[in-house]
């Protein structure tokens, strides 16, 4: 199993940007899935998660910026990131468990975020 993420890039404060991450594999299908974050210089933090069915958590610095969804038929997760300012640079990587004989976890290679003006 293999997870892809996509969808980062530099941005001006302020702006959206929405990654993207898509599990390719054999497996029988994904619960929990994850979006983490590491700043340069920082240890890597739990951004948002989300149950199969829907149900979101956020860390209380994105709350009310950014949107975790997926999508179950495309075993693809999003991070949709609004306003984003600049302790927002970091390094993206998307986790999920996967459920195949057994339920493993999951990690992607990352995608880099730079909000800089």
């Known amino acids: 199993v293999q997870l892809q993420a996509s969808g980062g890039g530099l941005v001006q404060p302020g702006v959206s940007l929405r990654l993207s991450c898509a599990a390719f594999?054999?497996?029988?299908?994904?619960?929990?899935m994850r979006w983490y974050r590491q700043a340069p210089g920082k240890e890597r933090e739990l951004v948002a998660s989300?149950?199969?069915?829907?149900?979101?958590i956020y860390v209380d610095s994105v709350k009310g910026r950014f949107t975790i969804s997926r999508d179950n038929a495309k075993n693809t997760l999003y991070l949709l990131m609004n306003n984003l300012q600049p302790e927002d640079t970091a390094v993206y990587y998307c986790?999920?468990?996967?459920?195949?004989?057994?339920?493993?976890?999951?990690w992607g290679k990352g995608t880099l975020v730079t909000v800089s003006s």
């Open positions: 986790n999920a468990d996967v459920r195949g004989s057994l339920i493993m976890n999951y």
């Open positions: 594999g054999s497996f029988f299908s994904i619960n929990d």
């Open positions: 989300i149950s199969r069915a829907g149900n979101p």
